[in-house]
């Protein structure tokens, strides 16, 4: 059961328990840099908390996992709202990976899609694409899927009312003003736009994941078939 511990959607972040051993922080406004190199910071000094056993960084939020239910939510969530005020931002200098694309194709169905919604020709959407670069802000939804911070209002496409059922692990995608790779293979409700042969999660690999946190990412063409 998700109890509310703070709730304003307009200037003061919303902290959440959710059961009663884990509690959920959320900033308030967009997804900028700015926001989650703020929860990268606030990642760090939850870390030193003697309470916290484990901390899941989302896109401009944090979830902390408690050893035992805290005794005081509401003194956790004014500690948060305390550090989240005054710490600075966290710069991670992260990895470069240049990553070749197979752009359109039968691997990146939904080119025209986007290229209608964004109101340009298919080389043009993928000139923007390829001409950003990317930000790693999270790992998640699946193992060794990064959330990518980067991607051109332009070309910002909503999530498909429909997914697809089998969507490649390797499909490059755009879902709403995020950007993204899948890392395994299965249903997907983002805009697949190519594709590329890397392998996001290995389990004998170590790190299992290919990137992490504050990694960045520059797409190239490798192949363009409209």
């Known amino acids: 059961m ?6 304003d959607t307009h200037a003061v972040p919303t902290i959440s328990m959710i059961g009663t051993r884990a509690m959920l922080f959320e900033a308030p406004g967009d997804f900028t840099m700015a926001h989650q190199r703020r929860i990268w910071a606030l990642m760090d000094a939850a870390q030193a908390r003697p309470d916290v056993c484990e901390l899941i960084p989302g896109v401009t939020n944090l979830m902390l996992i408690f050893a035992v239910p805290p005794d005081s939510p509401r003194a956790v969530a004014d500690w948060l709202r305390h550090a989240w005020d005054t710490l600075p931002e966290r710069h991670i200098e992260g990895r470069l990976f240049e990553i070749g694309v197979r752009y359109g194709g039968e691997l990146g169905g939904d080119l025209a899609a986007v290229a209608a919604h964004a109101g340009l020709p298919p080389e043009e959407v ?12 999270a790992i998640g939804s699946a193992p060794g899927f990064g959330y990518l911070h980067g991607l051109d209002p332009r070309i910002a496409t909503p999530r498909k009312t429909v997914p697809s059922l089998n969507m490649p692990a390797g499909t490059v995608t755009i ?4 950007a993204g ?3 395994l293979t299965g249903p997907n409700g983002w805009n697949s736009i190519g ?7 290995d389990p004998c690999r170590q790190p299992p994941a290919l ?10 063409p490798e192949s363009i078939a409209l």
Do not use: P
């Open 2 to 7: 998700k109890n509310d511990v703070a709730r």
């Open 126 to 137: 993928i000139a923007i694409h390829h001409g950003s670069e990317y930000t790693v802000c």
């Open 175 to 178: 879902g709403g003003m995020q």
């Open 181 to 183: 790779i899948s890392a």
């Open 195 to 201: 594709y590329t042969e890397i392998t996001l999660f």
């Open 211 to 220: 990137f992490a946190i504050g990694d960045r990412i520059r797409f190239y």
